[in-house]
């Protein structure tokens, strides 16, 4: 290729010396392209001059002696293609302009319009492997979603089957609507013709859905933090309480526990243990009042000087009334210890219970005002898709997400690395 541009380059710097050489000589040149050696014994006579022009033009950019030579030889040969010269380097940037137009994207010109996903800073392997572990809990729910895109276009069949996968994943009919016109809005608007990029599009939409959701619980704004919790019978609320105590302990917070669960077996004992294990202290009464052992456990940490109090209350049903005005009772009862607590009421939900947990969220609510929640047991048949009911019907804060019964598999809840992990 090199050698290419080179005889081109030469050939092209030779009108230069045409006004020197007489006219016999590019006739004389003629026969060049059959016999190289007739012309350059006849051109030597009559143009001396115009070699040894040519010579010295061509010594100037190098400075051995022996190729200028041989250039004043090639220039004498390529008056007859001179003409045709200007014609080669034309044609030349066409090429480059048409690699450039293959090599655009993966799908070559199946975007009309640039699509930014934005992608995800690697995690700490201490993060990675429990973004992992979450990612093999919801894998059934993902193999299903993105089994929708292994198509080659992008057609109402694909977004009907999107839809089914997107309801039976939990993800409730106001989500999957709302998912799926964002979709077909976003493949209007940029031209998107591949199935792969649709998915893609799906990923960046629900991150947004879900993006209301990422709040971190903050701590150390009132001392101590009440944190009152609830939820369900066999939601997980004690053992997401151990969980969280250990998260509190290991950023430098003093924890209180208060077993104010009197109704079910072995309740006590139970945080009993989890208190052993993330050694802090607890408050717990045998058969005591559930509102007198927050009311204790409150003025307990205010004078201790704790940072946070974790009250644990028995899990009851939204539907047992009886049992919901007794936890508006208990919040009252805290509200008299400290004016301002509870300063967070945590509802800790299912993550196998499906749209249910949409009504419970509700249910307690309406309630008790919650400020966060606590998702459990992603790590068997969940489906997930539940967080995206939640986010468009009653968007409260997740502070955190479990995927196991071990003390470091209770995490803290990111929307992008969610979305990626439901739709892998």
Known sequence: MF?????????????????????PAPEAAAPAPQVPAAPAVGAVPPAPAASTTAAEVRAEPSTPSAPP??????????????????????????????????????????LVAPIEIPVAPAAPPERQKWLDKLKAGLGKTAASISGVFGGSQIDEALYEDLEGALLMADAGVAATQLLTDALRKKVKATGVTHPTALKNILIAELTELLQPLQKPLVIGEHTPTVIMVAGVNGAGKTTSIGKL??????????????????FRAAAREQLTVWADRNTVEIVSQEGGDP??????????????????????????????LHLMEELKKIKRVIGKADGTAPHEVLLVIDGNTGQNAVAQVKAFDDALGLTGLIVTKLDGTAKGGVLAAIARERPIP???????????????????????ALLA
């Open 291 to 320: 509102a007198a052992v927050s009311y204790d456990s409150v003025t307990a940490g205010k004078a201790r000087g704790k940072d946070v109090v974790l009250i644990d209350t028995a899990g009851r049903l939204p539907t047992q």
């Open 245 to 262: 105590t250990k998260h509190l302990a290991d950023s430098n917070a003093s924890v209180l526990l208060a077993a104010a669960d009197t």
């Open 69 to 110: 030579a041989v250039a004043a030889t090639q220039t004498a040969q390529t008056p007859v293609a001179a003409p045709a010269a200007p014609v080669a380097p034309a044609a030349a940037p066409e090429a480059p302009a048409s690699t450039a137009w293959g090599s655009g994207s993966l799908i070559g010109s199946a």
């Open 3 to 23: 050698s290419f541009f080179k005889k081109k380059f030469l050939s092209s710097s030779t009108p230069a010396a045409e006004p020197l050489a007489p006219a």
């Open 398 to 420: 997740v502070y955190f997400i479990g995927v196991g019964e071990k003390l470091d598999e209770l995490e803290t809840f990111n929307a992008r690395e969610f979305a990626q």
